[in-house]
DNA sequence: AGCAGCATGTAAAAGGTTACATGATTCC
DNA sequence: GGAATCATGTAACCTTTTACATGCTGCT
C-alpha cells in the first residue's frame, strides 16, 4: 500500500514519466525504497484509473514520446492525508544475515570472503548517499530549506551504512 | 526464495513445529527477518513435499498435539549449499522515512510527533535485542563458540538501532 | 555491428498479508 | 466469565519478481 504514496510523493515534487521515476527512485530515495520499471506502469494507471494521476503525452525529438502524469487534487489531498497518519512498522528481511546466522555451515575463509563482499557493497552504497549529500549541499538553499525534513532521510542512510561498515571491519579482522 | 532457508536454518538448530518457528522468528532473528504464522505453515507444507523435512506428529497433555519437522539429508545439503551462494542484496522498504520525505506537507509539530513515535518503538527494539544478547551471553560456551556469528548479526542490530537513536535524538532536537 | 540508453508495456509465477475458523487450557 | 496462550490450518487477495516483447537513437 505504500508503493503508491511512494509514486505520489515523487509525482508531488516534480511531475513525471514511469521511465523517469524509476530513475529518481534510485538515484534519490534508494535509501529506503526500491521498486521495479513495472511497478511503476501498474500504479501509474491504478492510481491514473482511480483519478489520483493526470497524464499528458509529450513528444521529444530523437528519443520515444513520453506520458507525464502529475497529480490531481485528490492525489493531492490522498496524499497529505497519508502524510499524517502513523506509519506501519518496517519489515526487513537480510538475505546476508540470514546466511550468516546459517554459518557455522561455513569455513573461516568462506565467511571471510561473503563479509568481504557484503563490506565492498555498502561501501559503494555509503559513497553514492554521499555524492547524493552534496549534490544537495550545492542545491538552492530555497529548495534545501523546503526539503530538509526529506534530507534527513538520507543522512540516516549514511550514518546507518557507517554503522554497518564499522561491524563489517571489525568482524572481518576477528576473522583474520 | 529466502524464507524457505530461513526455516531450514532454524529448524537445523533445533527441530520444532510451525508454533515454535513463528516464536523463534520473533525471538531469535527478528532483527533481520519477519514472517507471519501462515507463511510459516505453508512454507512447511512444501518442504515436506519437496521431501527437505520430516515430520512426526508428538502428543501433548494439556495442550494440542505438535507436528515436529526435522531437516532431512537433503534438507541439510540444500542448506549448507545455499549458504556458499553469494546473498541476494536486500530489497528496503521504510515506510515511516517514506513519509518524511513528504514531510513538507507535515507541521513541525506532526514532524515532532511522528519522530517521537518512531524512537520509542527504535527504544524498544533495541531493548529487546540487549536482552537477547544478555541470553546468550548467559548461555553454555560451547554453544557460544558454535553460533559465534550467528551471534554478530545480533551485534550489527543493536549497533543500527543505536545510530537510528542518534540520528532521531538529533532530529528531535532541530525540531525543538 | 553491437551495446547502452530511452520509453512503454504484458503475462505468469512467486511471495506476503488479511480475514476467517476451530478448540483446548490456564490465569485473572 | 473473559482473555491469553497453545496449535493448526484454509481462502482470497494483494504485491513483487522474472521473463518476454518492441523499437528508436547515439556512441564506439
Known sequence: MSLRYAVLTLLDIEPGSGYDLK?????SISHFWSASHQQMYRELHKLHAEGLLDCTEQ???????????????????????WVQRPAPA?????P????????????RGQARDAV???????????????????????????????????????LLGIETEKAWLVWGERLLEELE
Chains 1, 2 share one sequence.
Open 23 to 27: 530513475r529518481r527512485f534510485e538515484r
Open 59 to 81: 513528444a521529444q525529438e530523437g528519443k520515444p514520446d513520453k506520458k507525464i502524469y502529475r497529480l490531481t487534487e485528490s492525489g493531492g489531498s490522498a496524499l497529505r492525508e
Open 90 to 94: 518496517q519489515k526487513i528481511r537480510e
Open 96 to 107: 546476508f544475515l540470514l546466511q550468516l546466522f546459517a554459518g557455522h555451515h561455513l569455513t
Open 116 to 154: 568481504r563482499r557484503h563490506l565492498d557493497e555498502h561501501r559503494e552504497l555509503l559513497q553514492g548517499y554521499l555524492e547524493q549529500n552534496e549534490r544537495v549541499k550545492q542545491s538552492d538553499p530555497q529548495l534545501q530549506k523546503r526539503f530538509w525534513l526529506a534530507h534527513q532521510t538520507l
